[in-house]
């Protein structure tokens, strides 16, 4: 079982930047995608940007230009740099581990941390 612990949301105005932390721990491979996930109140979960153990980086269209997302591999941990927010970016966030960028858009994961609350106030 892996283990996630996301940290770094908080309350920002609109325009203002967060960034988010998560760590992994637990039984991983050598070879993983991590993404980051958010979950509006009444919304479905949906990813919002990915990383492929080469580098890879996948971003939702709303966030594109304003998320950056970046890992440590020695530290099994992933940021998410957040600019320019918006209140639409409001959400929990939660971070997952998945074999490629693919496997993290589509598979329907079970095993998720406690995320970390982002509020963007306008």
């Known amino acids: 079982q892996v283990q996630l612990v996301e940290s770094g949301g908080g309350l920002v105005p609109a325009g203002g930047s967060l960034t988010l932390s998560c760590v992994a721990s637990?039984?991983?491979?050598?070879?993983?995608?991590m993404g980051w996930f958010r979950q509006a109140p009444g919304q479905q979960r949906e990813i919002v940007a990915a990383?492929?153990?080469?580098?890879?980086?996948y971003y939702v269209d709303s966030v594109k230009g304003r998320f950056t997302i970046s890992r440590d591999d020695a530290k099994r941990a992933v940021s998410l740099q957040m600019n320019n927010l918006k209140p639409e970016d409001t959400a929990q966030y939660y971070c997952?581990?998945?074999?490629?960028?693919?496997?993290?858009?589509?598979?329907?994961?079970?095993?998720w941390g406690k995320g970390t609350l982002v509020t963007v106030s306008s």
């Open positions: 997952n581990l998945g074999t490629t960028n693919w496997d993290l858009r589509h598979r329907r994961f079970d095993n």
């Open positions: 637990g039984t991983i491979g050598s070879i993983y995608a």
């Open positions: 990383m492929s153990s080469g580098g890879a980086a």
